[in-house]
């Protein structure tokens, strides 16, 4: 079955970077935009970054020129490199893939960026 394993969230310092990384199995991996989203405490779910299959990606507005998605389709391994890093960047973030009308949603990381 689809199923998508997130990693590599943590605490950091503000100004600082981390790399999370989203596993996929189950479906033609390299067939599939995936989505980050990010949910904050008290905050609705956002979409933080999608790739598509041929590579090209967009960026939520508060993340564009900090935030840099790619994809290792010989891995089926979602990478979100995340730089300057901010305190409002705070929030579990999640991978999405939706696969034969269906949604798939990971179980999310924790990132917490604070002094």
């Not at 564009?64 to 391994?77: C, L, V």
């Not at 973030?93 to 917490?112: D, P, S």
Request: glycine content about 10%.
């Amino acid at each position: 079955q689809v199923q998508l394993v997130e990693s590599g969230g943590g605490l950091v310092q503000p100004g600082g970077s981390l790399n999370l990384s989203c596993a996929a199995s189950g479906f033609t991996f390299s067939m599939y935009p995936i989505f980050w989203h990010r949910q904050a405490i008290g905050k609705q779910r956002e979409l933080v970054a999608v790739i598509r299959a041929d590579g090209t990606a967009n960026y939520g507005d508060s993340v564009k020129g900090r935030f840099t998605i790619s994809r290792d389709n010989a891995k089926n391994t979602i990478y979100l490199q995340m730089n300057a890093l901010k305190p409002e960047d705070t929030a579990v973030y999640y991978c999405k893939a939706t696969v034969r009308a269906r949604v798939y949603w990971g179980q999310g990381t924790q990132v917490t960026v604070s002094p």
